[in-house]
Structure formats: structure tokens, C-alpha cells
């Protein structure tokens, strides 16, 4: 099974930044689209970014603000997520589609890390 590793959370002020980091296994970044998603407390999980080869889709609540990106020499996704607001937190999940094609939606989405909290203070 792929596997999954999230880290780079933390606390940050309303207006800040933070970068999100995945490590994968099994090269999955060279075979799979990627994606975050995440849960606010009493809240379902949301998607919010993911990539393909040839594409990246966003969350209309993180377009401008949230960028993904990958490193697939260090099978690496990373979430970079700027202009911050107390809305945004949550714990934030890495996923694996486990095929080629990307998605916004859950249901496509195979393996899934263990999230990483992230905090926006007001």
C-alpha cells in the first residue's frame, strides 16, 4: 500500500503562511494524482488542492491563496498555503488517487496520510 506522511503544521497568525509537506511511498507521485483535503472540527472533509501530470485544481476557498506542488525526485507534495485565516483551520490530509487522473472529489482518492494540524490564530 502507499503510504503517507504529513508534516509542516503548526500554529500561525491570521494573514501568515505555511508550507504542508507529503512524503510518499512506492513512487507514488510518478504514478498517481495527489491531492490535500481537510476537516475542520464538526465540519465533513474538504477537498482543497490537488495535481496531475498536467494539472492542478483548487478549492474556490484556496485558489490565490494555496499552491501544490510536487518534488518526485523526493516524492514530495508539498501544500504552500499563504494569507491565512482562521477558517483554514483544521487538520489537513495528504491523498493518493491511486491512478493518473485527478479529482476534487473524495471518493477518488485510495490512501490517505495521517493529517497534520494546522492553527490560524485571529
Known amino acids: 500500500q502507499v503510504q503517507l506522511v504529513e508534516t509542516g503544521g503548526g500554529l500561525v497568525q491570521s494573514g501568515g503562511s505555511l508550507t504542508l509537506s507529503c512524503l510518499a511511498s512506492e513512487r507514488a507521485l510518478r504514478s498517481y494524482a495527489m491531492g490535500w483535503f481537510r476537516q475542520a472540527p464538526g465540519k465533513e472533509r474538504e477537498f482543497v488542492a490537488g495535481?496531475?501530470?498536467?494539472?492542478?485544481y483548487y478549492a474556490d476557498s484556496a485558489k490565490g491563496r494555496f499552491t501544490i506542488s510536487t518534488n518526485n525526485v523526493k516524492n514530495t507534495v508539498y501544500l504552500q498555503m499563504n494569507s491565512l485565516k482562521p477558517e483554514d483551520t483544521a487538520v489537513y490530509y495528504c491523498a493518493a488517487t491511486g491512478a493518473q487522473t485527478g479529482s476534487k472529489q473524495e471518493y477518488d482518492y485510495s490512501y490517505w496520510g495521517q493529517g497534520t494540524q494546522v492553527t490560524v490564530s485571529s
Open positions: 495535481i496531475s501530470w498536467s494539472a492542478t
